[in-house]
T-cell receptor
Framework: DQQVKQNSPSLSVQEGRISILNCDYT??????FLWYKKYPAEGPTFLIS?????DKNEDGRFTVFLNKSAKHLSLHIVPSQPGDSAVYFC????????????FGSGTRLQVQP | GAVVSQHPSRVICKSGTSVKIECRSL??????MFWYRQFPKQSLMLMAT?????????EQGVEKDKFLINHASLTLSTLTVTSAHPEDSSFYIC???????????FGEGSWLTVV
């Protein structure tokens, strides 16, 4: 049973445009959400997080939106750059992050120059 | 800079031997570390939660006698793959929670190949 789902395995966008990566979850106990960027054979790099008390968190070009009623979150990257090309993982945790993370299957983002 | 360091980054071992992977928290104490495994083109799967000074908590389906986890100090957790088989070949990643807040940082990962 996949508790965190990223239904789009890949996404391609033009440089300078917006990249929107989506994530859905089923476990209502999740209250802390994170996005990671990952290259092959490397550990994930933390990008941005959001707790369930918020519906938006912004950090530079990255913004995460959380819709608790829909159990849906999204990562917006504006403007997209070729260096953003990587696999992006959505992760969720319960007890305000004290529990281990549950990861989605990842979305491969390719930003075309 | 990296807050969690993992070593070795790549290791090749013979079938039947054991291999140890170290995970260190840099400049902070980690009472809890997590070990994940990732097979090619798949998501990261939690293997176990490593607790300093006590036994690790393993996820269902993970053999605790095969994947030995030791969290002997507040800055070091080790994963030992015992009697390795080719099917154990995978990418192993550790993580630790950094206080304040609950951001979890990952090590660089260790690529294990069993031949």
């Amino acid at each position: 049973d996949q508790q965190v789902k990223q239904n789009s395995p890949s996404l391609s966008v033009q440089e300078g445009r917006i990249s929107i990566l989506n994530c859905d979850y089923t476990n209502s106990m999740f209250d802390y959400f994170l996005w990671y960027k990952k290259y092959p054979a490397e550990g994930p790099t933390f990008l941005i997080s959001i707790s369930s008390i918020k519906d938006k968190n912004e950090d530079g070009r990255f913004t995460v939106f959380l819709n608790k009623s829909a159990k849906h979150l999204s990562l917006h990257i504006v403007p997209s750059q070729p260096g953003d090309s990587a696999v992006y993982f959505c992760a969720a945790s319960a007890e305000t992050g004290r529990r281990a993370l549950t990861f989605g299957s990842g979305t491969r983002l390719q930003v075309q120059p | 800079g990296a807050v969690v360091s993992q070593h070795p980054s790549r290791v090749i071992c013979k079938s039947g031997t054991s291999v140890k992977i170290e995970c260190r928290s840099l400049d902070f104490q980690a009472t809890t570390m997590f070990w994940y495994r990732q097979f090619p083109k798949q998501s990261l799967m939690l293997m176990a939660t490593s607790n300093e000074g006590s036994k690790a908590t393993y996820e269902q389906g993970v053999e605790k006698d095969k994947f030995l986890i030791n969290h002997a100090s507040l800055t070091l957790s080790t994963l030992t793959v015992t009697s390795a088989h080719p099917e154990d070949s995978s990418f192993y990643i550790c993580s630790a929670r950094v206080a304040p807040g609950n951001t979890i940082y990952f090590g660089e990962g260790s690529w294990l190949t069993v031949v």
